[in-house]
């Protein structure tokens, strides 16, 4: 499942489910947070609440996506009302592979110490669940 979060001058903002090459958009809730907040709040996983409140009101994505259309995309998660309020952070690296590359180019520089990205994957790649969380 993928979702999107869009803004339009005139209508505010809106998420929406993509279903290539449509956006499917949510009824109800104006951010991923606040859809995320709900899911929570009532005990059960996005996916159900999605299923429930997707219509089918749609918009082209390639349309929106290429900056031809009056809706915008925005972040794809963020603090609706406080931007303070939600910091995403990560190392920047995509998989293990990146880590074992940067890794091998300070080895070449320094005894071997690991460096931050390195010890950040390690640590990520043993606590990760192995299991896909819905």
């Known amino acids: 499942m993928?979702?999107?979060q869009l803004t339009h001058q005139k209508l505010g903002r809106?998420?929406?489910l993509v279903q290539e090459p449509?956006?499917?958009?949510i009824h109800d809730f104006s951010s991923i947070y606040a859809l995320a907040q709900a899911?929570?709040?009532?005990?059960g996983g996005l996916s159900t609440l999605v299923n429930e409140k997707v219509s089918n009101e749609s918009l082209q994505y390639d349309t929106i996506y290429e900056g031809r259309s009056a809706w915008q995309l925005l972040p794809a998660f963020d603090h609706p009302h406080d931007l303070n309020a939600c910091i995403l952070s990560g190392t920047g690296l995509t998989h293990k592979a990146s880590a074992d590359n940067r890794q091998a180019m300070h080895d070449a520089e320094t005894e071997?110490?690991?460096t931050d990205s390195?010890?950040?994957?390690?640590?990520?790649h043993l606590t990760l669940p192995t299991k896909r969380i819905v």
């Not at 449509?22 to 958009?25: K, N, T, W």
């Not at 899911?39 to 005990?43: D, L, N």
């Open 39 to 43: 899911a929570i709040k009532r005990g």
């Open 112 to 114: 071997h110490t690991l």
């Open 2 to 4: 993928r979702l999107v």
């Open 22 to 25: 449509q956006l499917l958009l």
């Open 118 to 124: 390195m010890k950040t994957v390690s640590y990520t």
């Open 14 to 16: 809106r998420i929406a």
